[in-house]
């Protein structure tokens, strides 16, 4: 059995939604703690009593450190605080013998147990960026990606997990600041502060935006696990914004237009339970108008807009 914890909002439900149908699809023993941060998303996954999940409220979760910071942090800036404590949360209330956490918006194209397995004795799994060149951040985003890490129930992954936590508690902004940004600058020395830390090695693990310019997806050499669909954007103007990172036709193929369907799929089941509420996080009509610093300093390296009508990603 393997135990994967995620995190997220109404805005990203049916992205969570498609990465725990996938993880169904391709996993033969697995379970999902689901941590839904909004009462909407609460009300509607208690609903929906998924088979192979279990669904915490933010009410069961949050303890007196995390409530003390709440009201500092942005939404998101809470969340990327809370992914540490999600983790243990887990781990000690459900007496896991580890626990592998899940970016929302990741999304599986083959069974993820071989990347846990890759760590064979060591405690804790993280996953490097794997930038493209022109693409690399590393310095202000990090080298590693806080989206598929795994931490063991003994003393060194329970060592560097409330260290995290720690860290994450005291300092977790959207801001690159002495050294840190986010909960993700916090892995870059972990390799070296801590024992039993393994870099993921298999490249069919990590794939995202950033990276997928080095790999010929098509190819009957490469094993893709999983992407990370990152600033995948949905309009109200039925537009879809893919990132502003360079992607070819094959891309679009093989990971975009199945992605795409799989939303809408989940939309339109969603619809006949409640059709008043959007829980796919629709935003303005204009893709280009964001306030995340990030995505600015993106587009100014990058220049690159992938935007499509959706009903050109949902067809054949």
């Known amino acids: 059995m393997h135990n994967y914890c995620t995190l997220f909002d109404s805005n990203y439900l049916t992205r969570g939604l498609a990465m725990y149908e996938s993880l169904k699809k391709h996993s033969d023993n697995f379970h999902l703690y689901i941590f839904s941060f909004d009462d909407k998303s609460h009300k509607l996954l208690k609903i929906l009593n998924l088979e192979f999940a279990t669904v915490i409220s933010l009410k069961k979760f949050e303890d007196k450190e995390l409530l003390k910071v709440k009201g500092d942090r942005s939404a998101g800036e809470y969340c990327w605080t809370c992914t540490p404590s999600t983790i243990k949360y887990c781990i000690e209330s459900y007496n896991l013998d580890a626990c592998t956490y899940l970016d929302a918006d990741l999304y599986f194209f083959s069974n993820p ?9 060591k405690s804790v799994l993280i996953t490097e960026h794997r930038y493209t060149d022109q693409y690399n951040q ?3 985003s990090g ?9 063991k129930n003994n003393e060194n992954g329970m060592k560097v997990l409330n260290w995290w936590r720690d860290a994450c508690n005291d300092w977790c902004y959207a801001r690159f600041e002495d050294g840190k940004f986010g909960d993700q600058k916090y892995l870059d020395d972990w390799t070296s502060r801590f024992d039993g830390v393994h870099v993921l090695k298999n490249l069919g693990g990590g794939v995202a935006p950033w990276n997928v310019q080095q790999y010929y997806l098509s190819s009957k050499s490469f094993h893709l696990i999983f992407y990370h669909f990152h600033n995948y954007k949905i309009f109200k103007n039925n537009k879809i914004e893919l990132g502003n990172y360079k992607l070819n036709k094959n891309d679009i193929e093989i990971l975009y237009k199945p992605y795409t369907r799989h939303l809408h799929k989940i939309t339109k089941e969603l619809i006949k339970i409640d059709s008043k509420n959007d829980y796919n996080g629709i935003v303005s009509n204009k893709p280009f108008h964001w306030k995340d610093p990030l995505r600015k300093l993106n587009r100014k390296i990058k220049g690159i807009y992938n935007i499509f009508d959706e009903q050109k990603l949902l067809g054949e």
């Not at 147990?113 to 004795?121: F, G, H, S, T």
């Not at 080298?143 to 931490?151: A, D, E």
């Open 143 to 151: 080298i590693y990606c806080v989206q598929f890490m795994t931490f």
């Open 113 to 121: 147990a071989v990347l846990i397995e890759e760590m064979d004795e």
């Open 138 to 140: 590393s310095a202000t």
